[in-house]
């Protein structure tokens, strides 16, 4: 193609032999054996936003969502008005128009914008404003997705299947410290100046098979060559990510981009990656020495939850690799060597079910259970009790945990706690329930997921009334008489007023009914 420049536009020609198909569709113009094709593409400015024109050696007021001028000796309708759909105009179009864009891309980079050369190409195949801009469209991209024709981090144009495309919507913050350690793999922030550039700079990555990266490994290219700089680099972005944004929190904790001792990367998960303390600690991922020579890293790491191995950071890193039944005395072992308010703060904050079911104590038997399984020492079970051991927390194991087995929901009897459920109140749920639907006869049956079975807060735990010895049963029963009468509860529909509300019995009467055991004069019964 020939180019030239002249004022605020780039020129580039070529020279067109038609088809022998598309000489006898183009009539009149068969008398030419050759056609110039020409694109005179806007150098920068607004006009590179501007709508482009279809001219004919003189305007035609066709327009195009290509930037700038397209210019042949297109075949259009007796008055002008229209491009004509034909094999001579599609050949143009296809054949020849996408091949100038193409070749005239690499010379219409602007320096302090790079990004730019996206607002020339043409806008999303809905947008079409004419016959030939929706012809153009696909075969443009198709061309220029084949070529250097996004920018890099250095502003250089580049073939897309060799880019990587930040993720979108990135706070100007991280922008500014974010460095790649490769700049020429990754596309120029320009491109996301604009919605327009943005969706353009997609399709060619898609078109190209190029990537996209996710917030993950956007923060992974930090350091992509593992050294003490760029790690430290990753870690204060990473900590300003998550100031700034909770959100991105699960993105965070995945990144590889803490320089650990054996100069590998791992993530910055609280409770798995240490400050080393003293040279005798093992079985732990520690920080690189060279991390300690960066400046700026205390605020970081006290953000990320990077802390010496002391009990605490102990601790955590045993509740990260959740604990399951007999696991828990390496638990209770360092709890030991702890102040209990500290020790709940890092259960709260390392486990998120509910510290009852998840938390797990040593019966007297010897078994691991969970806490709203079990019962301390006390009104229902007493310490020195055999027929229950299985559901006492054993008193000698735990005697120094049980306030802190308080604080997680550990009780000695039932007692009213608010949301608690159990299994068997489920099922009672379930009853009544498909006693409600069965008690309606003729038209529909509101769907069971709609029915709302509900009421005050009762006792709990209640669950293992049935398994305890009669003695602990009727400490159990006392215990929830005490609680007061319990008023009834209701079944009703969530969004449907016109089904009735209907009382039901309360669950707890229906449990000490079925269980429940009260003292007599020979005993429990």
């Not at 996408?98 to 690499?106: C, I, K, S, T």
């Not at 732990?284 to 300690?292: A, I, S, T």
């Amino acid at each position: 193609p020939l180019r030239a420049r002249q004022r605020d536009l780039d020129l580039v020609e070529r020279a067109h032999r038609p088809s022998a198909a598309a000489l006898r569709d183009a009539g009149e113009l068969a008398r030419r054996s050759t056609v110039d094709v020409a694109w005179a593409a806007p150098l920068g400015g607004r006009s590179r936003t501007a709508v482009g024109e279809f001219w004919a050696h003189f305007p035609t007021g066709l327009k195009t969502t290509l930037g700038g001028i397209l210019n042949a000796p297109w075949k259009l309708s007796a008055d002008r008005r229209a491009m004509l759909d034909g094999i001579y105009n599609r050949e143009l179009l296809v054949g020849v128009v996408p091949d100038l864009v193409q070749d005239a891309l690499p010379h219409l980079r602007l320096a302090g914008d790079p990004g730019s050369v996206l607002d020339l190409l043409p806008a999303r195949g809905r947008e079409a404003r004419s016959f030939g801009d929706d012809v153009i469209n696909e075969p443009v991209y198709q061309a220029v997705s084949k070529s250097n024709s996004l920018p890099d981090r250095n502003g250089t144009l580049r073939n897309p299947a060799h880019l990587t495309l930040q993720p979108r919507d990135l706070d100007e913050d991280w922008l500014s410290a974010w460095s790649p350690d490769d700049p020429t793999a990754w596309v120029h922030e320009s491109v996301d100046a604009t919605s327009e550039r943005r969706s353009k700079a997609e399709r060619l990555i898609g078109l190209a098979k190029g990537g996209t990266a996710t917030l993950t490994s956007w923060l992974e290219a930090v350091v992509g060559r593992p050294t003490a700089e760029s790690s430290a680099a990753a870690l204060r972005l990473a900590a300003l990510m998550l100031s700034s944004d909770r959100t991105a929190s699960e993105h965070v904790r995945k990144a590889k981009i803490v320089l650990l001792e054996d100069e590998t990367l791992g993530a910055p998960v609280r409770g798995q990656v240490f400050l080393r303390a003293d040279a005798t600690s093992s079985g732990h991922d520690f920080l690189h020495p060279g991390l300690m020579s960066q400046p700026d890293l205390g605020d970081a790491f006290a953000t990320l939850g990077i802390e010496v191995l002391d009990h605490a950071g102990e601790l955590r890193a045993a509740l990260q690799r959740n604990p399951r039944g007999a696991q828990w005395a390496a638990v209770w072992s360092i709890v030991n060597q702890m102040d209990a308010p500290s020790a709940y703060a890092i259960l709260r904050e390392e486990i998120e079910a509910p510290l009852t079911a998840a938390v797990h104590a040593r019966t007297k038997a010897g078994r691991w259970h969970s806490l709203a399984t079990v019962f301390l020492p006390g009104e229902v079970i007493p310490a020195n009790s055999h027929e229950d051991a299985e559901f006492l927390v054993d008193p000698a194991f735990h005697a120094r945990h049980i306030s802190l087995l308080e604080q997680c929901g550990a009780v000695s009897a039932p007692r009213v706690v608010r949301g608690k459920t159990e299994p068997w109140l489920e099922a009672y749920r379930v009853a009544r329930v498909d006693k409600y639907r069965a008690s309606m006869t003729g038209g529909s049956k509101p769907a069971p997921d709609y029915l709302v079975v509900d009421g005050d807060d009762i006792p709990w735990p209640l669950q293992l009334m049935p398994k305890l010895s009669l003695n602990a049963r009727a400490a159990m029963t006392a215990a929830v008489l005490r609680a007061g009468t319990p008023a009834d509860w209701t079944v009703s529909h969530k969004t449907q007023r016109s089904y009735p509300t209907v009382s039901v019995t309360n669950p707890v009467v229906y449990r000490v009914h079925d269980h429940g055991v009260l003292p007599t004069s020979v005993g429990p019964a």
